[in-house]
């Protein structure tokens, strides 16, 4: 089970930096945009991803 998380993570990692490596200039406005957010708009953000991300877990399991 450890190394399905491990796997995961590895995977998220390769992912997230997926953005940066292709697009940095992109990827720097972004985060400019995002920065600018109101709180409530990021944390709406960060629960619908995380319920996506689960949703897609779920679903290839």
Do not use: C, H
């Not at 997230?16 to 972004?30: A, H, I, S, V």
């Amino acid at each position: 089970m450890l190394d399905f998380w491990l796997a995961a993570l590895g995977l998220m990692l390769v992912l997230e930096g997926l953005m940066p490596f292709m697009f940095p200039g992109l990827w720097r406005q972004t985060l400019k945009n995002i920065a600018q957010f109101q709180d409530g708009q990021v944390r709406f953000l960060g629960l619908t991803l995380m319920l996506s991300g689960l949703l897609l877990i779920y679903w290839i399991r």
